[in-house]
């Protein structure tokens, strides 16, 4: 005998609802429904590869927080004596306040090389090359609050600690 259920009279099965749509940031408002950028497992370890998707990770949440005002994961991942770091940090949130926002400031890492040990001073250094799009700024009513930075193609050394079980930023400096 073959049984089949069937649904009480008054219940409804539960679909699957989409995640809403990612929406970039244009002149009339904010981006929406940004993806949240998540740590590799590979960047947990402290090795050569873990420091190098470690650094890839520090660029892609920095790239977040150009992209919706939120650093708070930045700053979660960096120590606070990275003084370019902060600087960078301070210059986003200053740029998201009342009601204003940024559009474009995209970060892409194509080439991310880790040394294999730490200097004197227990620093691991990543030499990273970085390359974001231009940045537009805007206010509530869609008009624009400052020149629009050009893009970059910059090297930096990112210099890194491996404390408490975890990757933190100690300092970033351009390569000129």
Known sequence: MESTAS???GTTSATPTAAPAYKPADASGRAQNVPVP?????????TKEGLEAFA?????????GYETGDVSR??????????LCANVSKSISTNYQTDRWLV???IATPSVTA?????????????????QSAIA???????EFRAATPPSDTGNVMLAVYKDAAWRVAGLHPIR
Not at 56 to 64: C, N
């Open 7 to 9: 649904a009480s009279p």
């Open 38 to 46: 998540v740590l590799p497992e590979a960047a947990k370890a402290e």
């Open 56 to 64: 890839k990770y520090w660029f892609e949440v920095l790239s977040y």
């Open 74 to 83: 930045l700053d979660a991942i960096t120590a606070a004596d990275c003084q």
């Open 104 to 106: 474009g400031g995209k």
């Open 115 to 131: 040394n294999a040990g730490p200097d004197t001073n227990a620093n691991f250094q990543v030499v990273v090359q970085v390359r």
């Open 137 to 143: 700024y805007y206010k509530s009513d869609g008009s």
